[in-house]
């Protein structure tokens, strides 16, 4: 079991920043790709941010590439998303998920383990 715990979430406007962390324990953290999804209200959860074990290999969605940044920190068994440039439409419920097996995973089926999300409002 690997249980995960977000952070970071909150209000902000229109170009701000924001730095969301996701905290693990249980099994080792280096033995899961981790993957950032969020969901906004009447949408699917969607896959905007994975990276692999070593955080060598990034994954974005066409939304927010050039704009957030995924990264890892093994020795801390956290993973970040850091928004910049921020706008409206990325107000959602972000969530992190460690996938099955170290390398990049780009389904949601592959993702094992959710947090319990945190909310991300970006207003005009």
């Known amino acids: 079991q690997v249980q995960l715990v977000e952070s970071g979430g909150g209000l902000v406007q229109t170009g701000d920043s924001l730095r969301l962390s996701c905290a693990a324990s249980?099994?080792?953290?280096?033995?899961?790709?981790m993957g950032w999804f969020r969901q906004a209200p009447g949408k699917e959860r969607e896959l905007i941010a994975a990276?692999?074990?070593?955080?060598?290999?990034?994954y974005y969605a066409r939304s927010v590439n050039g704009r957030f940044t995924i990264s890892r920190e093994n020795a801390k068994n956290t993973v970040y998303l850091q928004m910049n440039s921020l706008k409206p439409e990325d107000t959602a419920v972000y969530y992190c998920?460690?996938?099955?097996?170290?390398?990049?995973?780009?389904?949601?089926?592959?993702?094992?383990?959710w947090g319990q999300g945190t909310q991300v409002t970006v207003s005009s």
């Open positions: 998920a460690a996938a099955q097996g170290s390398g990049i995973r780009t389904s949601l089926d592959e993702y094992y383990y």
């Open positions: 249980g099994r080792t953290f280096s033995n899961y790709g």
């Open positions: 990276i692999n074990w070593n955080g060598h290999s990034t």
